[in-house]
């Protein structure tokens, strides 16, 4: 295994806090939350049947399905509060 310095810890650090960066402007945000060893071995799989990039994506596409499926957009269901569930507006 490759010895790490302190530089390249440092570029390390320099290029993630670009990329959250550029992904803060695009208007994404990053969340971290725990899934049961199950969840994450069944979103596994779908990202491989789907030939998907990351688990992010598959999160996503669930998410966008479920909102169809109540009847609406991402766009059109938005909580009003922080403990409001989403609902057709």
């Known amino acids: 295994m490759p010895k790490t310095t302190v530089r390249n810890k440092e570029r390390d650090k320099l290029k993630v806090a670009r990329y959250r960066e550029r992904m ?3 208007g994404a945000d990053q969340v971290l939350f725990e899934l049961p ?3 994450i ?3 596994d799989e779908l990202k491989k ?3 998907l ?3 992010s994506l598959v999160l996503r596409q669930l998410i966008e399905r479920g909102i169809q499926a109540i009847g609406g957009s991402p766009e059109t269901h ?3 509060s922080p403990n409001e569930p989403l ?3």
């Open 24 to 26: 803060r402007a695009s």
């Open 37 to 39: 060893r199950e969840t």
């Open 41 to 43: 071995a069944m979103l």
């Open 49 to 51: 049947r789907q030939g």
């Open 53 to 55: 990039r990351n688990r």
């Open 78 to 80: 938005k909580p009003t």
């Open 87 to 89: 609902r057709n507006s």
